[in-house]
């Protein structure tokens, strides 16, 4: 029996290597596109947990020595060194403890004492105030912290406690 002539022959005709070079080059195109937004969307939630922890950290520290401060010795103020109007609280804690939470540049400093520590590095405001004039007993804290993130972004969180009661 004699075959008519017809070899099938092995390869890819011009028209199929045309088209794998198009998808090849439109996915090499957005690959990189996906790439960049998965590492800011990597960098943005990472700094927002990271702010919120600092955040969270801090006022419930401020939160946890106001409470025992003697409302009668508060002074809230501006401190000499790098940080906002109303950003300095100074007061008496219930064992005669000296304490002052104050802004220094993005540092939130706690001072016992004379004996500071950093509470958070990631501070761009603090305000201390008394939200009701008849009642130095309830004093506000509001916050504002952020993290410089990829490209000069800043994730920024704002979080304000609104009434603090001393006890004392």
Same mark, same amino acid.
């Given at each position: 029996?004699?075959?008519?002539?017809?070899?099938?022959?092995?390869?890819?005709?011009?028209?199929?290597?045309?088209?794998?070079?198009?998808?090849?080059?439109?996915?090499?195109?957005?690959?990189?596109?996906? &790439?960049? /937004?998965? @590492?800011? =969307?990597?960098?943005?939630?990472? +700094?927002? *947990?990271?702010?919120?922890?600092?955040?969270?950290?801090? &006022?419930? /520290?401020? @939160?946890? =020595?106001?409470?025992?401060?003697? +409302?009668? *010795?508060?002074?809230?103020?501006?401190?000499?060194?790098?940080?906002?109007?109303?950003?300095?609280?100074?007061?008496?804690?219930?064992?005669?403890?000296?304490?002052?939470?104050?802004?220094?540049?993005?540092?939130?400093?706690?001072?016992?004492?004379?004996?500071?520590?950093?509470?958070?590095?990631?501070?761009?405001?603090?305000?201390?105030?008394?939200?009701?004039?008849?009642?130095?007993?309830?004093?506000?804290?509001?916050?504002?912290?952020?993290?410089?993130?990829?490209?000069?972004?800043?994730?920024?969180?704002?979080?304000?406690?609104?009434?603090?009661?001393?006890?004392?």
């Amino acid at each position: 029996m004699k075959t008519l002539g017809l070899r099938r022959r092995g390869g890819y005709t011009l028209s199929e290597l045309m088209i794998v070079v198009a998808i090849l080059g439109a996915l090499s195109s957005v690959g990189p596109i996906l &790439l960049l /937004n998965l @590492n800011n =969307f990597y960098l943005t939630t990472t +700094a927002r *947990s990271e702010v919120q922890r600092d955040a969270r950290v801090a &006022l419930d /520290n401020i @939160n946890r =020595f106001l409470r025992q401060g003697v +409302a009668s *010795s508060i002074t809230i103020d501006t401190p000499a060194s790098n940080g906002g109007p109303y950003s300095r609280i100074r007061f008496l804690h219930v064992d005669n403890r000296a304490i002052q939470f104050y802004q220094n540049g993005n540092r939130l400093i706690r001072s016992i004492n004379g004996n500071e520590s950093t509470i958070s590095g990631n501070l761009l405001y603090v305000a201390f105030s008394y939200p009701r004039s008849d009642d130095p007993s309830i004093v506000s804290v509001s916050m504002t912290m952020g993290k410089n993130v990829q490209l000069g972004q800043r994730k920024v969180l704002e979080l304000t406690i609104q009434k603090v009661r001393i006890m004392n």
